[in-house]
């Protein structure tokens, strides 16, 4: 009995020490990242492969020169890529030719690829000039929130989508983005009119946000799906509902739309880089109050995803980082 109780004991003791040790992990881990010192912040080279000269780099807070940019983060998509790409380029083309106004651009980030993805994407420039193609080469693999961060940083639109290289979302699905925050700037003009000021409005500066969801699939996902994993996702669901709050069924889907605005203040503050970087922008945009919306999006599941059950724990992580972040005031958030 002695032997049990000693055993017993030791286990206990095991449990205090690691709940601890977890803890000032996490207190620790939550003050690196305080100041957001650890984000890739050196200036991109957008380069013509025609003349192999540097393309002047822009900024957020630029003025926007085109209507749209659409960031695609890329780690290993040699052979992903260049369909989404084809599709996605063909679409907006297409747009381009029926509407002068319609300008936009494609930014491709390299997350620090070991394949092929840096010369695909090049070749893609190639084909459709830098002003309509460009590539960021991060260097080495920092996470795709890094990388989609970056991509916004730099980008000349008034409209910002992120999109995944997979092409798992269809592409003209964007134009049920474009409406929804179209309606935010029109019921913003309309508010700048009944009170009688100068209701002209421009898209990029109204602070608004447009979520892609699958939500509507979850019913069928959940028949298909092991329990298992419907499981976790439930889970991870109530862990996202604790961390930032309601409003947001599906915040993983990687098809997302800001205004220049919005952009602006929330990947100036954004500090996850890899996995849960979606769950904070949508805790920042109910700090700043940007308009938020979820709009159901065509979703097919693409062979090679690089989420898998052993990336739970990770996003677990990120989360208890940024909940203890945002809630002790030890990450300050800059308007």
């Known amino acids: 009995m002695e032997s049990i ?33 650890t984000h890739v912040e050196a200036p991109p080279v957008f380069e013509d492969p025609t003349s192999f000269k540097p393309v002047r780099c822009p900024h957020i807070f630029d003025p926007a020169e085109k209507y749209i940019s659409l960031i695609i983060p890329a780690y290993n998509e040699e052979h992903r890529l260049p369909g989404a790409l084809e599709e996605t380029l063909n679409y907006l083309q297409r747009r381009a030719a029926n509407d002068s106004t319609f300008t936009y651009e494609v930014i491709i980030v390299d997350d620090g690829s070991a394949d092929g993805t840096k010369r695909v994407a090049f070749e893609f420039v190639k084909r459709h000039s830098v002003d309509n193609v460009r590539v960021i080469l991060l ?3 920092h996470g795709k929130g890094e990388a989609i961060r970056k991509g916004m940083l730099h980008s000349r639109g008034e409209l910002l989508l992120m999109l995944d290289a997979d092409g798992a979302t269809r592409i003209d699905d964007m134009e049920k983005l474009e409406n929804q925050i179209h309606a ?17 409005i421009k898209i990029s500066d109204v602070p608004a946000a447009v979520f892609g969801s699958r939500a509507h699939l979850e019913e069928k996902a959940l028949a298909t799906r092991k329990w298992y994993r419907n ?17 947001i069924r599906d915040t993983q889907c990687g098809f997302k739309m800001f205004t220049r605005s919005a952009a602006r203040k929330l990947f100036l503050n954004i500090r996850l880089k890899r996995w849960c970087f979606d769950v904070e922008l949508v805790y920042l945009c109910k ?31 990120e989360m208890a980082i940024m909940s203890l972040g945002y809630r002790t005031g030890i990450w300050k958030i800059y308007s």
Request: net charge positive; aromatic share 12%; glycine share 8%.
């Open 5 to 37: 109780w000693a055993i017993l004991e030791l286990l206990l003791i095991s449990a205090i020490v690691l709940a601890f040790g977890l803890a000032a992990a996490i207190v620790f881990e939550t003050f690196r990242r305080r100041f957001n010192h």
């Open 139 to 141: 260097g080495k693999n």
């Open 184 to 200: 935010v700037v029109k019921k913003g003009q309309q508010s700048e009119d009944s009170a009688g000021r100068d209701s002209t």
């Open 231 to 247: 499981f976790l996702m439930k889970g991870f669901h109530i862990v996202v509902l604790l961390a930032a709050g309601s409003g």
């Open 287 to 317: 700090w700043f109050r940007v308009s938020m919306n979820e709009i159901s999006v065509n979703w097919t599941e693409i062979p090679g995803s690089k989420v898998n059950l052993f990336s739970i724990p990770n996003m677990l992580w």
